[in-house]
């Protein structure tokens, strides 16, 4: 299900008794999109997305309209089942100043990336790469600390591959 979502997260509500009524409310006033979906479930809403990006605004809407009451766990990679497990491989990019290039090409390798293409244009540096997605999780915040707010990025969806080793279990969830 969703094989192109490798994303998934759970939404709850602290005091709500009933976590699937939550969900179906919390899902009615969503817009779902090709980069996320929604889906009421019994433990909450469970977002599914393309990339983490996808998901902050359907969370900015559940917590505008819920406040501090909602929950929203930890982002979980999903693996596709079967002998081998396989994981979702990632199409990175990301553009930055060029004073910025070695901080970004070294958190890319940092984080186990295979350097596709590096450009300069101008000021601008550009990379194209590409890593596992549990080797991605939290890559915006941390480049955008990195170079000054001044890093953009875009990660896509490349391919599934065979887990080289097993992830965490708290980083992955199994598609279904």
């Known amino acids: 299900m969703y094989f192109q979502l490798p994303l998934e997260q759970l939404v709850r ?9 939550f969900a179906r409310q919390a899902a009615e006033v969503l817009d779902e999109t090709d980069e996320v979906r929604f889906e ?12 983490e990006e996808a998901l902050r605004p359907p969370l900015a809407v559940i917590r505008d ?5 909602v929950e929203a766990r930890p982002p979980r990679v999903r693996l596709l089942p079967g002998h081998p497990l396989q994981e979702p491989v990632m199409a990175v990019r990301v553009t930055v100043p060029r004073e910025h290039a070695p901080a970004a090409l070294r958190e890319l390798r940092d984080r186990g990336a295979r350097i596709l293409e590096e450009c300069r244009r101008g000021r601008i ?9 549990r ?21 896509r969806l490349s ?18």
């Open 13 to 21: 509500h602290r005091e709500r008794p009933s976590q699937i009524e």
């Open 135 to 155: 080797e991605l999780l939290g890559i915006g915040k941390r480049m955008a600390r990195l170079t000054d707010g001044t890093a953009a990025h875009s990660i």
């Open 65 to 69: 309209r819920y406040g501090e009451a």
């Open 159 to 176: 391919r599934y591959l065979p887990v080289e080793s097993a992830p965490p279990d708290a980083a992955r969830a199994r598609l279904s």
């Open 40 to 51: 009421p479930t019994e433990r909450g809403l469970a977002l599914f997305a393309a990339h």
């Open 125 to 133: 540096f550009i990379v194209r790469a590409e890593a596992p997605l």
